[in-house]
T-cell receptor
Framework: NAGVTQTPKFRVLKTGQSMTLLCAQD?????MYWYRQDPGMGLRLIHY???????AKGEVPDGYNVSRLKKQNFLLGLESAAPSQTSVYFC????????????FGQGTRLTVV | DQQVKQNSPSLSVQEGRISILNCDYT??????FLWYKKYPAEGPTFLIS?????DKNEDGRFTVFLNKSAKHLSLHIVPSQPGDSAVYFC??????????FGQGTRLTINP
C-alpha cells in the first residue's frame, strides 16, 4: 500500500519555466491538499480539493494552479516559476475535511534559479 | 497572522529523559489538534491527536495535553529515545477551517 506518492522528488527550474507536480493516493480519500514548507514558516496550504473535479484556494495560492481530474490524482502547476517558489512541496490526503489526520507524501524539493 | 505558534525552534534532551514540546494557538474555534513528526527528506507522519472535549490523550510514550483556557497544547515524550530526533509540527483545525500548522520544533535526543 503506497499511500501518497509525489513525482518528482527533486527539480531545478529556471525563472519563468513551467512545471507540474503530480500527487497520487491509493487510499480512496476524497480530500487532497498541496502544502509548501519553508524555513520558520511551517506548512502552508496552497490549494486543496474536496473531491474529483473540485479545487479551492488555501492560504498561499498565488502563482499556482491545480487540477483534480481523477479522484486519486491531484496536480500542482507552476505556470511561470519564480525564485520565491523555491520550497519543499508536500501533497496530502485525508478521509474527512476536518477533525482527522492527513497522510503526506515524501515531498518534492523545488529550486528556482 | 500566525494562528498556531511553536515558539521554540529547537530542543535538546538527554536520552531517557522527558521531552516537552509546546504549541500555542490564537483561534478559539479550533477544536481538533494534532502532532506530526518529520524526519529529513520524508513527509510528516501523524503522531497523536486530541479533541477539544478532552484535556489529555495518551499513546504509548506520547501524551498530548490540551489547556483550552490558555490556548496551549503540549506533547510529552517519555522516555525520549534517539529515534525521536525529528522535527515536530503541531496543527489545529476547526469545523470551517483546514489544518493550520505551527512552524515546527527540531528535537534532538542526545545519548
Amino acid at each position: 500500500n503506497a499511500g501518497v506518492t509525489q513525482t518528482p522528488k527533486f527539480r531545478v527550474l529556471k525563472t519563468g519555466q513551467s512545471m507540474t507536480l503530480l500527487c497520487a493516493q491509493d487510499m480512496n480519500h476524497e480530500y487532497m491538499y498541496w502544502y509548501r514548507q519553508d524555513p520558520g514558516m511551517g506548512l502552508r496550504l496552497i490549494h486543496y480539493s474536496v473531491g474529483e473535479g473540485t479545487t479551492a484556494k488555501g492560504e498561499v495560492p498565488d502563482g499556482y494552479n491545480v487540477s483534480r481530474l481523477k479522484k486519486q490524482n491531484f496536480l500542482l502547476g507552476l505556470e511561470s516559476a519564480a525564485p520565491s517558489q523555491t520550497s519543499v512541496y508536500f501533497c496530502a490526503s485525508s478521509l474527512r475535511l476536518v477533525n482527522t489526520e492527513a497522510f503526506f507524501g515524501q515531498g518534492t524539493r523545488l529550486t528556482v534559479v | 497572522d500566525q494562528q498556531v505558534k511553536q515558539n521554540s525552534p529547537s530542543l535538546s534532551v538527554q536520552e531517557g529523559r522527558i521531552s516537552i514540546l509546546n504549541c500555542d494557538y490564537t483561534n478559539s474555534m479550533f477544536d481538533y489538534f494534532l502532532w506530526y513528526k518529520k524526519y529529513p527528506a520524508e513527509g510528516p507522519t501523524f503522531l497523536i491527536s486530541i479533541s477539544s472535549i478532552k484535556d489529555k490523550n495518551e499513546d504509548g510514550r506520547f501524551t498530548v495535553f490540551l489547556n483550552k483556557s490558555a490556548k496551549h497544547l503540549s506533547l510529552h515524550i517519555v522516555p525520549s529515545q534517539p529515534g525521536d530526533s525529528a522535527v515536530y509540527f503541531c496543527a489545529a483545525s476547526a469545523y470551517t477551517q483546514k489544518l493550520v500548522f505551527g512552524q515546527g520544533t527540531r528535537l534532538t535526543i542526545n545519548p
